[in-house]
Protein backbone atom coordinates (compact mmCIF):
# COMPACT_ATOMS: atom_id res chain seq x y z
CA UNK A 1 0.00 0.00 0.00
CA UNK A 2 1.34 3.21 -1.10
CA UNK A 3 1.84 5.79 2.11
CA UNK A 4 1.17 9.22 1.69
CA UNK A 5 3.57 11.40 2.83
CA UNK A 6 3.15 13.84 6.17
CA UNK A 7 1.69 16.99 5.17
CA UNK A 8 3.86 20.11 5.08
CA UNK A 9 3.73 22.45 8.31
CA UNK A 10 1.00 24.63 7.72
CA UNK A 11 2.59 28.86 7.20
CA UNK A 12 1.73 30.81 9.93
CA UNK A 13 -0.97 33.25 9.19
CA UNK A 14 0.55 36.46 7.95
CA UNK A 15 -2.94 38.15 7.20
CA UNK A 16 -6.60 37.51 8.41
CA UNK A 17 -8.87 35.19 6.33
CA UNK A 18 -11.32 37.30 4.44
CA UNK A 19 -14.84 37.19 5.19
CA UNK A 20 -15.95 35.42 2.31
CA UNK A 21 -13.40 32.82 3.23
CA UNK A 22 -14.41 32.28 6.45
CA UNK A 23 -18.36 32.19 5.00
CA UNK A 24 -16.96 29.06 3.11
CA UNK A 25 -14.80 27.22 6.03
CA UNK A 26 -18.69 27.77 7.45
CA UNK A 27 -20.21 25.60 4.95
CA UNK A 28 -20.86 28.47 2.51
CA UNK A 29 -24.19 29.75 4.56
CA UNK A 30 -23.73 30.99 8.26
CA UNK A 31 -25.53 32.78 11.33
CA UNK A 32 -24.61 36.49 12.28
CA UNK A 33 -23.22 34.62 15.71
CA UNK A 34 -21.07 32.02 14.04
CA UNK A 35 -19.59 34.78 11.73
CA UNK A 36 -19.20 37.44 14.30
CA UNK A 37 -16.95 35.04 16.51
CA UNK A 38 -14.26 34.92 13.75
CA UNK A 39 -14.67 37.97 12.54
CA UNK A 40 -14.78 41.56 13.67
CA UNK A 41 -18.17 43.58 12.86
CA UNK A 42 -16.60 46.13 10.94
CA UNK A 43 -15.43 43.84 8.93
CA UNK A 44 -18.66 42.36 8.14
CA UNK A 45 -20.20 45.12 7.61
CA UNK A 46 -17.47 46.04 4.61
CA UNK A 47 -18.46 42.86 3.41
CA UNK A 48 -21.69 43.39 2.92
CA UNK A 49 -21.57 47.07 1.44
CA UNK A 50 -19.02 45.77 -1.12
CA UNK A 51 -21.38 42.99 -2.46
CA UNK A 52 -18.48 40.29 -1.06
CA UNK A 53 -21.20 38.67 1.36
CA UNK A 54 -25.21 39.12 1.01
CA UNK A 55 -27.73 38.59 3.75
CA UNK A 56 -30.30 35.87 2.79
CA UNK A 57 -32.59 36.90 5.86
CA UNK A 58 -33.15 37.53 9.33
CA UNK A 59 -29.43 36.78 10.92
CA UNK A 60 -28.10 34.44 8.26
CA UNK A 61 -25.44 35.36 5.10
CA UNK A 62 -24.21 33.94 2.34
CA UNK A 63 -21.89 34.65 -0.22
CA UNK A 64 -24.70 34.90 -3.46
CA UNK A 65 -28.12 35.74 -3.21
CA UNK A 66 -31.20 33.62 -3.87
CA UNK A 67 -32.36 36.14 -6.45
CA UNK A 68 -29.73 35.96 -8.55
CA UNK A 69 -29.38 32.62 -8.37
CA UNK A 70 -33.59 32.24 -9.20
CA UNK A 71 -32.67 35.10 -12.32
CA UNK A 72 -29.95 32.66 -13.54
CA UNK A 73 -31.74 29.29 -13.21
CA UNK A 74 -34.81 31.27 -14.96
CA UNK A 75 -32.65 33.24 -17.68
CA UNK A 76 -31.26 29.62 -18.76
CA UNK A 77 -34.45 27.71 -18.29
CA UNK A 78 -32.72 24.98 -15.86
CA UNK A 79 -33.09 24.23 -12.29
CA UNK A 80 -30.86 25.19 -9.88
CA UNK A 81 -29.56 21.87 -7.61
CA UNK A 82 -27.34 20.10 -5.75
CA UNK A 83 -24.92 22.56 -3.62
CA UNK A 84 -26.74 25.18 -4.75
CA UNK A 85 -29.76 23.95 -4.06
CA UNK A 86 -28.47 23.50 -0.54
CA UNK A 87 -27.37 26.34 0.05
CA UNK A 88 -30.96 27.65 -0.90
CA UNK A 89 -32.67 25.78 1.74
CA UNK A 90 -30.26 26.69 4.14
CA UNK A 91 -28.12 23.70 4.25
CA UNK A 92 -23.96 24.01 4.54
CA UNK A 93 -21.85 22.48 2.33
CA UNK A 94 -18.26 21.44 2.31
CA UNK A 95 -17.73 24.23 -0.37
CA UNK A 96 -19.38 26.22 -2.64
CA UNK A 97 -19.43 25.62 -6.17
CA UNK A 98 -16.93 27.97 -8.35
CA UNK A 99 -20.45 28.39 -10.80
CA UNK A 100 -23.95 27.52 -9.77
CA UNK A 101 -25.38 24.12 -10.12
CA UNK A 102 -27.91 23.61 -12.43
CA UNK A 103 -29.62 20.87 -13.71
CA UNK A 104 -31.20 20.66 -17.40
CA UNK A 105 -33.29 17.91 -18.90
CA UNK A 106 -30.90 14.45 -20.19
CA UNK A 107 -31.88 15.06 -24.05
CA UNK A 108 -31.57 19.07 -24.12
CA UNK A 109 -28.65 20.78 -26.17
CA UNK A 110 -26.76 22.94 -24.39
CA UNK A 111 -26.97 26.73 -25.47
CA UNK A 112 -23.92 28.40 -26.17
CA UNK A 113 -22.34 29.84 -23.31
CA UNK A 114 -24.06 28.01 -20.54
CA UNK A 115 -20.72 26.57 -19.16
CA UNK A 116 -19.01 29.82 -18.57
CA UNK A 117 -22.18 30.88 -16.06
CA UNK A 118 -22.91 27.88 -14.34
CA UNK A 119 -21.95 23.85 -13.18
CA UNK A 120 -24.56 21.66 -15.37
CA UNK A 121 -25.48 18.70 -14.66
CA UNK A 122 -27.89 16.50 -16.95
CA UNK A 123 -31.00 14.86 -15.68
CA UNK A 124 -35.18 14.85 -16.54
CA UNK A 125 -37.00 16.09 -13.15
CA UNK A 126 -40.31 15.45 -12.48
CA UNK A 127 -42.68 18.51 -11.75
CA UNK A 128 -42.71 17.45 -8.35
CA UNK A 129 -38.84 17.35 -7.92
CA UNK A 130 -38.90 21.37 -8.23
CA UNK A 131 -40.24 24.13 -5.67
CA UNK A 132 -41.79 27.46 -7.09
CA UNK A 133 -40.14 26.43 -10.75
CA UNK A 134 -36.52 26.97 -10.18
CA UNK A 135 -35.00 25.15 -7.34
CA UNK A 136 -34.63 21.05 -6.52
CA UNK A 137 -37.00 20.38 -3.79
CA UNK A 138 -34.69 19.52 -0.17
CA UNK A 139 -35.35 15.33 -0.92
CA UNK A 140 -34.62 16.01 -4.57
CA UNK A 141 -31.49 17.63 -3.84
CA UNK A 142 -29.53 15.16 -0.74
CA UNK A 143 -31.01 12.22 -3.56
CA UNK A 144 -28.91 14.54 -6.32
CA UNK A 145 -25.99 15.31 -4.17
CA UNK A 146 -25.81 11.37 -2.93
CA UNK A 147 -25.78 10.56 -7.15
CA UNK A 148 -23.60 12.93 -8.42
CA UNK A 149 -20.93 14.21 -5.97
CA UNK A 150 -18.10 12.66 -4.11
CA UNK A 151 -19.06 10.53 -0.76
CA UNK A 152 -17.93 13.32 1.44
CA UNK A 153 -19.21 16.39 0.14
CA UNK A 154 -22.50 14.09 -0.27
CA UNK A 155 -22.34 13.41 4.05
CA UNK A 156 -21.73 17.09 4.46
CA UNK A 157 -25.33 17.85 2.27
CA UNK A 158 -27.36 15.20 4.07
CA UNK A 159 -25.88 15.95 7.45
CA UNK A 160 -26.90 19.60 7.31
CA UNK A 161 -30.55 18.76 5.98
CA UNK A 162 -31.30 16.66 8.75
CA UNK A 163 -29.88 19.17 11.33
CA UNK A 164 -32.42 21.61 9.29
CA UNK A 165 -35.46 19.19 9.99
CA UNK A 166 -35.14 16.87 6.47
CA UNK A 167 -36.67 13.35 8.07
CA UNK A 168 -34.78 10.77 6.44
CA UNK A 169 -36.68 8.46 5.95
CA UNK A 170 -38.26 10.96 2.83
CA UNK A 171 -34.79 10.42 1.26
CA UNK A 172 -34.63 6.59 1.63
CA UNK A 173 -38.49 6.11 -0.33
CA UNK A 174 -36.80 8.99 -3.00
CA UNK A 175 -34.43 6.06 -3.16
CA UNK A 176 -36.49 3.28 -3.55
CA UNK A 177 -37.82 4.51 -7.09
CA UNK A 178 -33.94 5.23 -8.57
CA UNK A 179 -32.67 2.40 -10.55
CA UNK A 180 -29.96 -0.10 -8.95
CA UNK A 181 -26.71 1.75 -9.15
CA UNK A 182 -28.23 5.20 -8.33
CA UNK A 183 -30.02 3.71 -5.64
CA UNK A 184 -26.76 1.86 -4.12
CA UNK A 185 -25.39 5.13 -4.17
CA UNK A 186 -28.02 7.19 -2.01
CA UNK A 187 -28.70 4.09 0.50
CA UNK A 188 -24.73 4.49 1.14
CA UNK A 189 -24.85 8.10 2.27
CA UNK A 190 -28.02 7.44 4.09
CA UNK A 191 -26.68 4.80 6.41
CA UNK A 192 -23.80 6.87 8.03
CA UNK A 193 -25.98 10.43 7.85
CA UNK A 194 -26.47 11.95 11.02
CA UNK A 195 -27.91 15.24 12.36
CA UNK A 196 -25.39 15.00 15.19
CA UNK A 197 -22.84 16.28 13.40
CA UNK A 198 -22.40 19.99 13.84
CA UNK A 199 -20.82 20.87 10.32
CA UNK A 200 -19.08 20.24 7.05
CA UNK A 201 -15.74 19.49 8.98
CA UNK A 202 -16.79 16.73 10.81
CA UNK A 203 -18.94 15.25 8.35
CA UNK A 204 -16.13 15.43 5.84
CA UNK A 205 -13.91 13.74 8.80
CA UNK A 206 -16.20 11.72 9.83
CA UNK A 207 -16.40 10.62 5.65
CA UNK A 208 -12.86 9.98 5.79
CA UNK A 209 -13.03 7.97 8.76
CA UNK A 210 -15.66 6.03 7.11
CA UNK A 211 -13.66 4.95 4.07
CA UNK A 212 -10.84 4.36 6.07
CA UNK A 213 -12.75 1.36 8.16
CA UNK A 214 -13.43 3.68 11.01
CA UNK A 215 -17.26 3.03 10.18
CA UNK A 216 -18.06 2.79 14.17
CA UNK A 217 -17.30 6.47 14.88
CA UNK A 218 -20.06 8.54 16.34
CA UNK A 219 -19.93 12.46 15.94
CA UNK A 220 -20.47 14.58 18.55
CA UNK A 221 -20.35 11.76 21.25
CA UNK A 222 -20.48 12.03 24.98
CA UNK A 223 -17.88 10.41 26.87
CA UNK A 224 -18.84 10.37 30.62
CA UNK A 225 -16.87 9.01 33.57
CA UNK A 226 -17.80 10.04 37.53
CA UNK A 227 -15.06 12.18 37.36
CA UNK A 228 -14.64 13.48 33.97
CA UNK A 229 -17.32 14.31 31.03
CA UNK A 230 -16.09 15.40 27.19
CA UNK A 231 -18.28 15.89 24.11
CA UNK A 232 -15.71 15.12 21.34
CA UNK A 233 -16.33 15.73 17.49
CA UNK A 234 -16.42 12.22 16.37
CA UNK A 235 -15.37 8.79 19.17
CA UNK A 236 -15.37 4.77 18.47
CA UNK A 237 -16.43 4.22 21.99
CA UNK A 238 -15.03 0.16 21.81
CA UNK A 239 -11.75 1.39 20.44
CA UNK A 240 -11.40 4.41 22.41
CA UNK A 241 -10.18 6.31 20.02
CA UNK A 242 -11.52 10.41 19.59
CA UNK A 243 -10.87 12.42 16.39
CA UNK A 244 -11.20 16.08 16.47
CA UNK A 245 -11.71 18.71 14.08
CA UNK A 246 -9.56 21.70 15.10
CA UNK A 247 -10.64 25.18 13.77
CA UNK A 248 -8.05 28.00 14.49
CA UNK A 249 -10.64 30.67 14.56
CA UNK A 250 -12.35 29.18 17.30
CA UNK A 251 -9.31 27.54 19.49
CA UNK A 252 -6.76 29.81 18.87
CA UNK A 253 -6.78 32.18 21.97
CA UNK A 254 -5.41 31.35 25.44
CA UNK A 255 -8.40 30.01 27.62
CA UNK A 256 -9.30 27.71 24.35
CA UNK A 257 -5.71 26.11 24.45
CA UNK A 258 -5.85 25.69 28.37
CA UNK A 259 -9.32 23.89 28.03
CA UNK A 260 -8.29 22.15 25.40
CA UNK A 261 -4.63 20.82 27.36
CA UNK A 262 -7.08 19.62 29.89
CA UNK A 263 -9.53 17.92 27.89
CA UNK A 264 -7.07 16.09 25.97
CA UNK A 265 -4.98 15.32 29.28
CA UNK A 266 -7.69 13.98 30.92
CA UNK A 267 -8.61 11.44 27.96
CA UNK A 268 -4.88 10.21 27.44
CA UNK A 269 -5.10 9.57 31.42
CA UNK A 270 -8.42 7.37 30.87
CA UNK A 271 -6.43 5.75 27.40
CA UNK A 272 -8.51 7.54 24.75
CA UNK A 273 -6.26 8.26 21.79
CA UNK A 274 -7.09 11.53 20.21
CA UNK A 275 -6.57 12.62 16.46
CA UNK A 276 -6.97 15.88 15.90
CA UNK A 277 -6.95 17.45 12.27
CA UNK A 278 -6.61 20.92 10.70
CA UNK A 279 -9.44 21.74 8.12
CA UNK A 280 -6.74 22.25 5.90
CA UNK A 281 -5.72 18.56 6.44
CA UNK A 282 -9.32 17.23 6.42
CA UNK A 283 -9.82 19.07 3.09
CA UNK A 284 -6.57 18.98 0.98
CA UNK A 285 -4.48 16.06 2.63
CA UNK A 286 -7.17 13.72 2.96
CA UNK A 287 -4.97 10.64 1.97
CA UNK A 288 -2.33 11.27 4.61
CA UNK A 289 -5.57 11.81 7.11
CA UNK A 290 -7.11 8.69 5.61
CA UNK A 291 -4.13 6.26 6.16
CA UNK A 292 -3.44 7.81 9.49
CA UNK A 293 -6.92 6.87 10.81
CA UNK A 294 -6.86 3.68 9.30
CA UNK A 295 -3.14 3.00 11.27
CA UNK A 296 -4.66 3.84 14.53
CA UNK A 297 -7.81 1.59 13.50
CA UNK A 298 -5.89 -1.43 13.02
CA UNK A 299 -3.43 -0.69 15.77
CA UNK A 300 -6.36 -0.84 18.77
CA UNK A 301 -8.54 -3.36 16.74
CA UNK A 302 -5.54 -5.57 16.94
CA UNK A 303 -4.54 -4.92 20.67
CA UNK A 304 -7.57 -6.70 21.91
CA UNK A 305 -10.15 -4.36 22.29
CA UNK A 306 -13.36 -3.52 22.17
CA UNK A 307 -15.04 -5.10 19.10
CA UNK A 308 -14.71 -8.94 19.84
CA UNK A 309 -11.71 -8.02 22.07
CA UNK A 310 -11.26 -7.96 26.05
CA UNK A 311 -13.07 -5.59 28.02
CA UNK A 312 -11.29 -2.50 29.05
CA UNK A 313 -14.00 -0.59 31.22
CA UNK A 314 -13.58 0.12 35.33
CA UNK A 315 -16.34 1.60 37.82
CA UNK A 316 -15.00 5.00 37.11
CA UNK A 317 -17.19 5.12 33.54
CA UNK A 318 -20.52 5.94 33.86
CA UNK A 319 -21.76 2.86 32.24
CA UNK A 320 -24.94 3.70 30.14
CA UNK A 321 -24.54 7.33 29.62
CA UNK A 322 -22.53 7.08 26.89
CA UNK A 323 -25.66 7.69 24.05
Request: glycine content about 8%.
Amino acid sequence: MSTASAPEPEPERSRAATVPEVVQRLGGTCTWGELRRAVHWRRIADALKSGALVRRGRGVYALTSDEDIRDLARRLTAVASHRTAALHWGWKVKSTPDLPDVTIPANRKLRTGVREVSTVHWRTLAPDDVAAGWVTTPVRTVVDCCIDLPFDEALAVFDSALRGGLRKHLVTDAALKLGPVNQRRVLAVARVASAKAANPFESVLRAIAIEAGGSHFVPQHRIRYDDFYARVDLADDELQIVLEAESFEFHGDKASLKRDCVRYTELAARDWLVLRFTWDQVMFQQDWVRQRIAMTVQRRSGSGRGRGGVGRRTGRLRVGALH
